[in-house]
């Protein structure tokens, strides 16, 4: 009925996050972009912000595909209260055991899922910048 809210409500959080790190990795990499006549060497990373944007494509990927779904069955409606769920006491409180289950263990693991991605490419990362001064 509802379980797509929290994963809303997490991607509406992951986003707030990514905004700030975006703007906080901009602020430190205009000086380097001023003095960029200076021989510097270039090191690949992957920024914390480019992560946070796999996160937050995962989460908002599925908010608006579960949105849709629920509101192709009629969970969804376009009038107050939105949500068929509210309608009666009985429903909300199956709504709220649902949120709290479903989920909140479809966020729990889409957030796992990201957390191995990012593991996984750090280690390929590393792999890589070894590889590199090995051969240098």
């Known amino acids: 009925m509802a379980c797509f809210v929290v994963p809303a409500a997490e991607a509406v959080v992951v986003?707030?996050?990514?905004l700030a790190a975006k703007k906080?990795?901009?602020?430190?990499?205009?000086?380097?972009?001023?003095?960029?006549?200076?021989?510097?060497?270039?090191?690949?990373?992957?920024?914390?912000?480019?992560?946070?944007?796999?996160?937050?494509?995962?989460?908002?990927?599925?908010?608006?595909?579960?949105?849709?779904?629920?509101?192709?069955?009629?969970?969804v409606v376009p009038f107050p209260p939105f949500l068929s769920a509210m309608a009666t006491p009985e429903d909300k409180a199956e709504m709220l055991h649902e949120m709290s289950t479903v989920g909140v263990g479809m966020a729990v693991s889409v957030t796992a899922a990201w957390g191995v991605v990012c593991a996984?490419?750090?280690?390929?990362?590393?792999k890589i910048k070894k590889a590199i001064k090995k051969e240098a």
């Open 15 to 18: 986003t707030a996050v990514y």
């Open 24 to 75: 906080r990795e901009m602020k430190i990499e205009a000086p380097k972009l001023a003095n960029a006549d200076k021989f510097e060497e270039k090191t690949s990373k992957i920024t914390w912000s480019k992560r946070l944007s796999w996160l937050m494509g995962l989460l908002w990927g599925g908010v608006i595909l579960l949105a849709f779904e629920h509101f192709w069955h009629g969970e």
């Open 120 to 126: 996984f490419v750090q280690a390929k990362v590393n």
